[in-house]
């Protein structure tokens, strides 16, 4: 990964972002009477911050365990998008696939794709180990002070997460200036299908893809 501050850098800091994002994530579980063990395994296996919040939601609303479950798997599957993405500017053949492949977030996804060239194999582990150490000891820590936390507080530590993500798309933004354009068009598209009432995890599906897919096919526009 060719970046100024190296993996190590850009894992530091999705790390810190992740830390206090994840202590809301954790005070969530606790506050709604899930175990220890069930939130720091929610967050030890499923590793994806928006989701979690979204089942934790639909948990608080009497939701089963198969609806949480498959509304968290069509959320996520933009993972899939971004890991196809990121497939052929891999090298190295150190880090089996699918170990990377768990460590993609939308936010290990932007700062890695934003990078010129090829992207180490074990660059990449580096940042996702990081970013993951967050993520866990984040939700630990929120488990722990559960309960000293205002409420105010837990919903900002909620919302960082997309003001983080927000923080490593403007610098891809600003070097290339067309890429505003699918950008706004994917969010307007997402915004609308949910108008509709569309759920999260379909219209993020639904818009990503079909935005790009428009925008790679036009023969108007370029990234460049």
């Not at 837990?154 to 798309?169: H, K, P, Q, S």
């Amino acid at each position: 990964m060719r970046s100024t501050r190296g993996p190590v850098g850009v894992g530091l800091t999705i790390l810190f972002g992740y830390f206090f994002i994840a202590i809301a994530f954790g005070a969530g579980g606790r506050a709604m009477g899930l175990p220890a063990v069930a939130t720091a395994g929610f967050s030890v296996f499923v590793f994806a911050g928006a989701s979690q919040f979204m089942a934790l939601s639909l948990l608080a609303q009497g939701a089963g365990a198969i609806a949480v479950t498959l509304a968290t798997l069509v959320l996520n599957l933009r993972h899939l998008v971004m890991s196809l993405a990121l497939r052929e500017r891999i090298h190295g053949s150190r880090v089996p696939r699918p170990i990377l492949a768990f460590g993609i977030t939308d936010e290990v996804f932007a700062a890695t794709a934003s990078q010129p060239g090829a992207i180490g194999d074990t660059d990449l582990l580096v940042t996702e180990l990081l970013a993951y150490t967050g993520w866990v000891g984040g939700t630990v820590v929120g488990y722990l002070i559960g309960g000293l936390l205002p409420p105010s507080l837990e919903r900002a530590m909620g919302i960082a997460l997309y003001a983080m993500f927000v923080a490593l798309i403007v610098p891809v933004l600003r070097r290339s200036p067309p890429c505003l354009a699918p950008a706004l068009a994917a969010g307007l598209v997402n915004w609308g299908l949910q108008g509709l009432g569309v759920p999260v995890g379909i219209s993020l599906l639904v818009s990503i893809p079909a935005v790009a897919v428009l925008f790679g096919f036009s023969p108007g526009w370029s990234p460049e």
